[in-house]
């Protein structure tokens, strides 16, 4: 299983961002992205499963929206309207049901949103 990230960078606030993370080595369940800022725990940040359900943390509804192509198995986070306290390393995280869930995860891309 390998899952890799791409996008991320540096951007204003009030700007947008795109992240997109590449998933090959099975089907994935759920998939979706976790950030961790510093001297912060990792948080979810939104999460779409396989049949296009989606999640979101309350702090990103209305700002972010992510999605899916299961064909391709990828999966895609716009961020509009960035906020410094969007800061963080941003983390592709899938994951597979087979009697129970394994959890995989990305190396993580930075995303940081200037005042």
């Known amino acids: 299983v390998r899952l890799v990230e791409s996008g991320g960078g540096l951007v204003q606030a009030g700007g947008s961002l795109s992240l997109s993370c590449v998933a090959s080595?099975?089907?994935?369940?759920?998939i979706g992205w976790y950030r961790q800022a510093p001297g912060k725990q990792r948080e979810l940040v939104a999460t779409?499963?396989?049949?296009?359900?989606?999640n979101y943390a309350d702090s990103v509804k209305g700002r972010f929206t992510i999605s899916r192509d299961n064909a391709k198995n990828t999966v895609s986070l716009q961020m509009n309207s960035l906020l410094p306290e969007d800061t963080a390393v941003y983390y592709c995280?899938?994951?597979?049901?087979?009697?129970?869930?394994?959890?995989?995860w990305g190396q993580g891309t930075q995303v940081t949103v200037s005042s």
């Open positions: 995280n899938a994951r597979v049901y087979s009697r129970r869930w394994s959890d995989y």
């Open positions: 080595g099975s089907a994935f369940n759920i």
């Open positions: 779409i499963t396989i049949g296009g359900i989606t």
